[in-house]
């Protein structure tokens, strides 16, 4: 599975192109590709071992996959599903669907490489993949907004591999070898030399500004904020997930281990990003700006429980990684949606827009819900137990933190859905339509994922969160 | 000259070099002293004894990519003399800390180097872990040629007229 997973859409790419075909053409094999993808982990007999099988025989690749991978491929492919249809909702010319598809491709390729190898560097490489594609697609729409945003990242994201790429060297030096096990035996080895950890501290740093965590999020909202609709949903929900966060998990989690040090850094770094996410997000204007800081805020979560420096807290996160995805997905589809009908995102300029549009409206707001951690949705659950592993770990003081700033998500949102779609309907809003069937057909699909995975926790945290993490 | 000497002349130069190369505001000469640092890097590896890490920092670092921003600025307009004096205070004063940052990064691995008790891996071992490195990194490749097909993929739909969107609907 794992090879065919990172062979496919590279091979798609090059029969998409030799010859050139059309940008709906491309489309729909993109969207194959994501149904195959969640098909392929339930489902290994249909196709992806056999292939795997054939490419294996001309290449050595050393990956794998576990429970993490899997969850990172399912979560990827749902939120490149809806995504890609977001923004065929959004394309008016099919040059521009033929380059967004195959961009798709090629961040996929880089996805499924991140999350199956185990080998610091190759991480590295496939980190700088899903960046090359991003920045790209960020710039899509050749707005100066756009450009500006992805010229942010591009920048940004640079210093993080500047970090990185020393840090592997310094790696490197020390282990005689770039693979997770070796890198983690030298650590246990060496663990107290300054060579050690200042490679330790770079990578995570480096990984941390991917993530765009407080305080190293200076790129997120532009790029978030300015990119074209479809692709905000692809970085919202997936990129900025897995190029910074599902990596630091499996370099915390494989590599460095925990140490007091590293559970303080993440413990403030995510505090510091629940908070001022938070209220930087009641103060903003536009629409996804307020969903790019919640994102902050959201990731602030994740890297705390991380910070609790235990399997449970491991599951916690990862469990968040998966339902941020759905909802804040959910949250983008929405915005595109609004976006597409009143052409504008200034929730000012909104008022009463549930009436003309109750789908989008009753989508919205299941998922501010599920994000404040509201039950019975998912991202009460996850929450819940972000809450209970640094309560267990001993750190009281910061679960009690998580729970107060539910409450400033729960305030902020509340505020947006109130602004944009309760109260009186704006009389310039009058003409507003429902949007088209393909966004609310994936606003109703996110919703439903985000109801189902509230109501049958159980069963996703005993197949697939903690085997991943070796609890059971 | 021994070769201590001869590492702390390099080095000096390649710091003096990167300096001069973020602080040119004529952007071509900045890609050719960048050029120099990256001549340079190749010359220190050589000494290192990492001949392959060298020849590929100077065909590459030092050739092609001097060969690729050269092309790109040889498109783009000149700054008028007036920007060109404009820009250069706003140069200077963007780079006022990069002098105290370079000197706190040369005390930081100063440091770094005298309070280690770790001994690098020797060179026997080192070309061992090279060649492991050069014949098991197939995966890298892959994920190499991809970064190279999107970089093909952000040229076209970047830097494509405008006029090429009009196509089919």
């Given at each position: 599975m794992t090879i065919s997973l990172i062979f496919v859409p590279i091979i798609l790419v090059i029969l998409l192109n030799i010859p050139r075909l059309s940008g709906k053409t491309a489309y729909y094999a993109v969207l194959a590709f994501f149904i195959w993808q969640i098909l392929s982990v339930f489902f290994?007999?249909?196709g992806s071992q056999q292939l795997a099988g054939l490419i294996g025989k001309v290449f050595t690749l050393n990956v794998y996959a576990d429970g993490m991978s899997k969850i990172m491929i399912i979560s990827a492919a749902i939120v490149g599903f809806v995504s890609l249809i977001t923004s065929k909702a959004f394309s008016k010319y099919d040059s521009r669907l033929f380059s967004l598809s195959n961009l798709m491709l090629l961040s996929f390729a880089g996805i499924n490489g991140l999350v199956f190898t185990k080998d610091i560097f190759t991480m590295y490489v496939f980190i700088e993949v899903i960046a090359a594609a991003s920045y790209i697609l960020i710039s899509l729409d050749k707005k100066d907004g756009a450009l500006e945003g992805g010229f942010k990242y591009l920048i940004i994201s640079s210093i993080a591999t500047v970090m990185m790429l020393f840090s592997i060297s310094l790696f490197f030096l020390t282990?005689?070898?770039?693979?997770f096990a070796e890198i983690s035996t030298a650590i246990r080895d060496f663990g107290g030399n300054p060579v050690i950890l200042a490679a330790v501290m770079l990578f995570i740093t480096g990984l941390l500004i991917k993530g765009g965590v407080?305080?190293?999020?200076?790129w997120l909202s532009g790029a978030y904020a300015e990119a074209p609709a479809g692709v905000s949903v692809f970085l919202g929900g997936i990129i900025t997930k897995t190029v910074g966060i599902f990596a630091l998990i499996r370099i915390l989690y494989l590599v460095t281990g925990f140490n007091e040090n590293i559970k303080m850094v993440l413990l403030i770094t995510g505090a510091l990003s629940i908070v001022i996410g938070a209220i930087m997000a009641v103060t903003q204007k536009d629409f996804k700006r307020v969903l790019a800081y919640s994102s902050i805020s959201q990731v602030g979560y994740i890297v705390l429980a991380l910070g609790a420096g235990t399997a449970f807290g491991v599951a916690a996160a990862l469990f968040h990684v998966f339902n941020h995805a759905i909802f804040k997905s959910l949250l983008f589809v929405n915005s595109a949606a609004v976006e597409k009908q009143?052409?504008?995102?200034?929730?000012?300029?909104?008022?009463?827009l549930g009436y003309k549009m109750p789908v989008t409206s009753g989508t919205s707001a299941i998922a501010f819900l599920s994000a404040a951690g509201i039950p019975p949705f998912a991202g009460f659950w996850s929450k819940l137990l972000i809450i209970l592993a640094l309560w267990s770990a001993g750190y009281q003081g910061f679960a009690v933190l998580a729970v107060v700033a539910s409450l400033f998500t729960m305030a902020y949102f509340l505020t947006l859905q109130k602004k944009v779609f309760f109260g009186e309907l704006n009389p310039k809003l009058e003409n507003v339509r429902e949007a088209p069937l393909s966004l609310t057909a994936c606003a109703i699909f996110l919703c439903a994922l985000t109801i189902g995975v509230g109501l049958i926790f159980p069963y996703i945290l005993n197949v697939f969160i903690f085997p991943a993490v070796g609890i059971m | 000259m021994d070769l201590v000497h001869i590492h702390f002349l390099l080095l000096s130069l390649l710091v003096i070099f990167s300096i001069l190369a973020a602080l040119n505001i004529r952007i071509i000469k900045a890609a050719i002293l960048l050029a120099v640092v990256s001549l340079l890097t190749a010359l220190i590896l050589f000494l290192l004894e990492t001949p392959l890490a060298a020849i590929f920092e100077l065909s590459v670092c030092a050739g092609l990519i001097t060969v690729i921003f050269i092309s790109v600025i040889s498109l783009t307009n000149p700054l008028t003399r007036e920007e060109r004096i404009e820009e250069k205070a706003k140069t200077l004063k963007r780079f006022v800390f990069l002098p105290g940052i370079v000197l706190v990064c040369a005390a930081a691995f100063y440091m770094l180097e005298n309070s280690t008790n770790f001994i690098p891996i020797g060179a026997s071992e080192i070309a061992v872990a090279q060649e492991g490195l050069w014949n098991s990194r197939q995966f890298d490749l892959i994920g190499q040629i991809i970064i190279i097909l999107a970089g093909v993929f952000g040229v076209i739909v970047l830097f494509k007229d405008n006029k090429d969107d009009g196509g089919k609907k």
């Open positions: 290994p007999f249909t282990a005689g070898s770039t693979g407080i305080p190293f999020h200076s009143t052409g504008s995102l200034d929730v000012d300029s909104f008022g009463g | -």
